[in-house]
């Protein structure tokens, strides 16, 4: 009767363990905007022929692909995941980012606008 109870209890051990719910085990951390890595770096992406670049300093010059000449400003809107640039040539354009890590952001211009994962050259 005991070995019965301990095979028994052994094996309800062993079903609890096999029956824990495993979906919620996910390996791959989120990616979030961590905006303290998304300034002094070129930031590019390329569509077929096309390349899209962009270069954010710090000190709130929106920047030709080498940091150096400024071609506008930018500001993040409210704290938020939202930014603007003011350019004289192009003028004003709202940028959502919604994650940036140091090797990589994902970006789209205007609400309407396509969502493009850009990468740190």
Known sequence: ????????????????????????DDPTPAKTLNKSLFTNKHWNVVQGS????????NDG??????????LGTWQWLNNS???ETVEPSFGRAVLYVEYCTDTEMKMKI???G???IYTKQ
């Open 81 to 83: 995941d939202s930014l």
């Open 114 to 116: 396509a969502w493009k």
């Open 61 to 70: 010059n929106y920047c030709s692909t080498d940091g150096q000449l400024v």
């Open 50 to 57: 096309n390349s899209i670049s962009h270069y954010f300093r």
């Open 1 to 24: 009767m005991k070995k019965l109870f301990a095979i028994s209890l052994f094996m309800l051990t062993l079903a609890l363990v096999n029956c824990k719910d495993k979906s919620t």
């Open 110 to 112: 205007s609400n309407t």
